[in-house]
């Protein structure tokens, strides 16, 4: 642990956080926590900079050097890395959380993390968690406490999980400054984050493949800035979240690419009527959505 | 004009520069506009409620009933409505144009506005004009002095324009908070608007079109909402942009639909490698763009 901010910084406090990854969500996440209820939250990284940046910036209230040394004392530990990092994690420690210890995560797909957790012990209550929050930049330098203001917090509890963790995930939520929780299965989260959050992925890296990109500068606005904005994405993760949500994915994909041939059809056609029914159609239904 | 801030409103001033049209482009035009250099800014609506909204809440420097009014003695006139409202306007005033005056218009295409322009006297300046900022609401209650602010002020000038209107709609450009003047082709201007502008709201409403969008509520995040936000669109508006930039917005659309489709692959491919490799080309192009 961080010398300074070591055992005598949680003096006082009751249960301990530890978040296990101090990328951008993790970073945030501790940044978030941080004043919740009785908590003292550690974070660690297995990156020396990035706790040292960590320590330097009060991105915790205490820096762990190893997860090892905090895990069996801690009443609620978070993993913030891509699903196979969170299931390899939860194999890792396995045998060392504390009984009783509420496990959770930030992983963009739920499935194959809920199968993971399936190995832990009956003393541990896995929830999965998924922040609906990202930006296009990551690493703990891009970190902010405020990242979730606004966006869903959505939880697939397992078979096993207790009322009291729910609540108490749904608390952190709360202090974190997420707009809601949301309680859902690994299934459905799976399926309509495909729709909701991978495939605009997909159509932001697809539209940034058009030869027109270089020349468009200048003629951008709002539309392009949104649709495009999460194409810097982050290739390792993403390569990981899209593979692991595959099927989901291209049915999306597939869905999509008739929705839009169907336009190019009625554009096409020239039949000006008919494409004027067919928008109408459409915009009724985001005013139907109505999004905030 | 309006009685309260008629005549006695323009004392002292100079120049009269003449909104068309005050709906959400030509009233935040006109509210933008306000206090630019020796002007004063007269607006007018076809529509009575428009015009006692715009007098009631200070959109003008002064509310005209009739453009035919005014026009004659504008030294600036601002066509905001559709491109096909614009040409007709165009053609209805062809001869009642102050000798010498900038005429200009905010239309979402250029080359069919420009066509409409050829037909006006030699004596009449006309620059296109397209300022790349909107909303997903229309009408003068949703326009705003800052809607503007950061966005594009592209302009197609007219083979007689002269240098000092060119330099006057920059000035005004500058006035009205955009972010720079970005002075091109018609054709350039379509070609590449069908890309960042029109291409995003068939994405839009396309995306809109798949079944999940009713039960995905909660499982939004910041790209599901940067790509949508278009969707609810102004219909008549977008039928008419569409159509008038017909062949540009189909060859982006099928470009897109085999970009979209060689992800496709990738993925039902089960290549991971490839679909890393694939990510990491969009993603550095993406960065490389670099828009802000």
């Not at 003292?40 to 009060?58: C, L, N, P, W, Y």
Request: glycine fraction near 8%; proline fraction near 3%.
């Amino acid at each position: 642990m961080n010398a300074e901010i070591g055992t005598a910084g949680i003096a006082g406090k009751e249960r301990i956080a530890l978040v296990v990854g101090l990328g951008l969500i993790g970073g945030s996440v501790a940044m978030a926590l941080r004043g919740f209820e009785e908590y003292v939250v550690i974070g660690t990284d297995k990156s020396a900079a990035v706790r040292a940046f960590a320590a330097e910036h009060g991105v915790c209230d205490a820096v762990a050097e190893r997860a090892e040394d905090v895990l069996p004392k801690a009443d609620t530990v978070i993993f913030a890395m891509s699903p196979a990092g969170i299931a390899a994690q939860l194999r890792r420690f396995r045998d060392d959380f504390k009984p009783g210890a509420l496990v959770t995560d930030v992983g963009g797909v739920k499935t194959a993390v809920m199968e993971a957790a399936e190995s832990l012990p009956d003393t541990v209550d896995f929830i999965g968690c998924h922040p609906m929050a990202g930006k296009e930049v990551s690493g703990i330098e891009n970190a902010e406490k405020a990242l979730f203001a606004g966006a869903h917090f959505i939880l697939t509890p397992g078979a096993r999980s207790t009322r009291e963790h729910i609540a108490l995930m749904e608390r952190m939520g709360k202090h974190m400054g997420f707009r809601d929780t949301v309680i859902t299965t690994p299934e459905e989260h799976d399926a309509l984050i495909a729709y909701t959050s991978q495939l605009m992925h997909i159509i932001a890296v697809a539209t940034c493949d058009d030869d027109a990109l270089f020349r468009c500068k200048g003629f951008e606005g709002g539309s392009f800035r949104g649709c495009t904005r999460v194409a810097a994405l982050d290739v390792p993760l993403w390569t990981e979240l899209f593979t692991m949500n595959r099927p989901a994915l291209c049915a999306c994909l597939r869905t999509l690419e008739s929705n839009l041939h169907a336009y190019l059809e009625v554009l096409e056609s020239g039949d000006t009527e008919a494409l004027r029914r067919k928008l109408a159609y459409s915009a009724a239904r985001k005013r139907k959505m109505d999004l905030e």
